[in-house]
């Protein structure tokens, strides 16, 4: 039932992704009198539509994708004494065609965030001190680098006292990237190099520091010692073995390192302190074939949020500062790809954006709003890429001609859309087996 919950959300997704742009492309031909022979939701056979004007508005068999089809569109179309074909146009103006594909998806991934800001606004509570490292993994790249617990970061690469967001920007495009990092520890003032590992599952970089949150209890496992000793859903835990616990690894850390010896929990319920000892056992609760000593509770961080509402300025304002973030990290992950320096695990295909579809769904309309926000933006970026067959490669194409002043010849053209097919079938196979592989236990 789940997967075609998932399915659904996706099909709402995708097909206000495709309308939008596929709008773009429909107004601008329209704009410059260009005939517009069919308006496709999806590709393939026909399935169902209408006919208005010289247009057919049809639904296609394979609903993942869209077109819109123009007179004179392909090359070696018969058509070009037509004054109406696409290729009969001004260069500039099926640039300006090309273009508006990506460009409404941009101002969909604008507009989106802005009206939902107007309605719904949240954002982390600001912390009385920016930066402060709440724990470091151990043999991690800060770890290595000499950052410890209770630091704080000053800056990191040029930005003086960063949020936790910001350093998270940095830290994720900086896989194997050295980070210049300035920071404070008991009134001292320390410059540090942090190199980020990729993450071989998420193929993003890793640099092994985290910020400190309040945790509370998850899951708690049926059977094993945190349910037996009494622990519940939404218990605050404050402590273990003494150590404060602001992190979920530092309580992994402190149970898997009792070699098998009571764990005594400091815990905060419905406003009320409380002490609880739990006797840690060994288990292959990871399923990975290693046993390790565990209470069987998964710890959650909990972050303040504060809820608000952004007059139409702000929002707009808020909206456009959070896509041009987005689409810099984008553009960062790009720039480290083609640097071998991020992976391409990183890229989400059909499956798992039915996956975030649907749990984002269910969280709410806000979750949902803002996942149709960022896969806009990232549908825009990836058809801007100049990739043949996709609007970039079209509008790169169409640049060339006009710095030569005249047509690619026919081979030429035919021979790039082929190629172009090609990647991007290969595109399609790897993200679908990408998101396969995300889904297998790791191990």
């Known amino acids: 039932m789940l997967i075609f919950e998932n399915i659904l959300w996706l099909v709402v997704l995708i097909g206000v992704m495709i309308l939008i742009h596929e709008l773009g492309h429909f107004w601008a031909a329209r704009f410059f009198d260009v005939h517009v022979e069919a308006f496709s939701i999806g590709f393939g056979p026909r399935l169902f539509g209408f006919r208005r004007g010289e247009t057919d508005f049809r639904f296609s068999a394979i609903l993942f994708g869209g077109y819109v089809k123009m007179l004179g569109e392909q090359p070696g179309e018969d058509s070009t004494s037509d004054p109406r074909a696409l290729q009969s146009k001004p260069r500039w103006q099926r640039l300006i065609i090309a273009f508006a594909g990506p460009f409404m998806n941009i101002v969909l991934a604008v507009a989106l965030l802005t009206g939902m800001f107007m309605v719904k606004y949240q954002k982390v509570a600001e912390p009385q001190v920016r930066g402060i490292v709440g724990h470091v993994l151990a043999d991690s790249p800060a770890a290595k680098a000499g950052i410890q617990e209770g630091d704080r970061i000053a800056r990191i690469e040029g930005i003086d006292n960063p949020s936790w967001e ?160 987005s689409a810099s990290l984008i553009g960062q992950f790009l720039k480290g790809m083609v640097e071998q320096r991020m992976s391409a695990k990183s890229m989400s295909g059909p499956i798992g954006i039915a996956q975030l579809s649907g749990e984002a769904a269910r969280e709410g309309p806000s979750a949902f709003i803002h996942l149709m926000s960022m896969v806009s933006l990232n549908l825009a970026i990836f058809n801007l890429l100049p990739i043949p067959i996709l609007d970039g490669g079209v509008i790169v194409m169409l640049l060339v001609e006009m710095l030569m002043r005249r047509d690619l010849s026919l081979t030429v053209k035919e021979a790039v859309l082929k190629v172009g097919f090609v990647f991007l079938m290969m595109v399609v196979v790897f993200v679908i087996y990408n998101d396969i592989s995300k889904l297998l236990p790791a191990g």
Request: hydrophobic share 35%.
């Open 166 to 325: 910001q350093i998270a920007v940095k830290e994720v495009a900086g896989a194997y990237k050295p980070l210049t990092v300035m920071i404070e520890r008991n009134g001292q003032t320390m410059e540090k190099q942090v190199t980020p590992e990729l993450d071989d599952r998420l193929g993003i970089g890793m640099a092994g520091w985290v910020q400190p949150t309040e945790i509370r209890v998850g899951e708690v496992s049926p059977g094993l010692p945190a349910e037996k000793a009494g622990l519940r859903q939404g218990d605050v835990l404050l402590s273990a073995n003494g150590e404060a616990i602001r992190s979920p690894y530092k309580l992994q850390e402190v149970i898997r390192g009792t070699g098998g010896k009571p764990v005594v929990l400091e815990i905060r319920r419905e406003g009320k302190f409380e002490t609880i000892t739990l006797q840690p056992i060994l288990s292959d609760i990871d399923g990975d074939g290693e046993e390790r000593w565990v209470i069987g509770v998964g710890p959650r961080p909990h972050l303040e949020l504060v809820t608000t509402q952004l007059s139409l300025p702000e929002a707009l304002s808020e909206s456009l500062r959070q896509n041009i973030q």
